[in-house]
């Protein structure tokens, strides 16, 4: 028999007699705690039961055995090319607890009903609330008579002039020049 159970923001899986680290619990070493937030339970018989999302009258009882701290876990920053590092260690605080009972009694959670009288108005006032607004009412339009299609031909548009654009010489090459003969 095991059940998935919520304590401090994880989920875990607890059978009885487990030893389990937990976040901090604020309590003494040895007393009892029990857990509301029960996810599922299976039984003996190898039936499931879920919750949506938490089962009812259904919980598990444990008992806190130490307190204690993990090992510290080294966090370094660094920029390069900067001359920017920092180092910072950080060690996290856990309670060690032993599952002594997991509730057997498990009844998936009903949503509970709202009732608001206030969203439903009777269908008679409905209809006085209606004839109280002011309808605006919009004039027709007035009909104009068609313009008579015209049967002059619009002048085409003079042709673009064109331009020409003067082309570059071509470049000279070079010749190789002539030796002068002394004299």
Do not use: C, W
Request: hydrophobic share 35%.
């Amino acid at each position: 028999m095991y059940a998935i159970v919520e304590i401090g923001g994880s989920q875990y899986r607890v059978t009885k007699d487990m030893k389990l680290k937990v976040p901090s619990i604020n309590a003494e070493p040895g007393k009892k705690v029990s857990f509301d937030s029960v996810l599922a339970v299976e039984d003996d018989k190898g039936n499931f039961t879920f919750g949506t999302p938490l089962l009812t009258n259904t919980s598990v009882s444990a008992t806190i055995i130490e307190h204690g701290r993990h090992k510290k876990i080294i966090v370094f920053k660094k920029k390069r090319r900067k001359g920017y590092q920092k180092k910072n260690g950080h060690r996290q605080s856990f309670t060690l607890i032993e599952i002594n009972n997991v509730g057997a009694s498990a009844k998936p959670a009903k949503k509970a009903a709202v009732k608001s009288e206030s969203k439903k108005e009777p269908v008679a006032e409905k209809k006085q609330v209606a004839a109280k607004k002011p309808t605006a009412k919009v004039a027709p339009k007035k009909k104009t008579a068609a313009k008579p299609k015209s049967t002059i031909k619009k002048e085409a548009a003079p042709a673009a002039k064109k331009t020409t654009v003067a082309k570059k010489p071509a470049a000279k090459k070079a010749v190789p020049k002539a030796k002068k003969k002394e004299e």
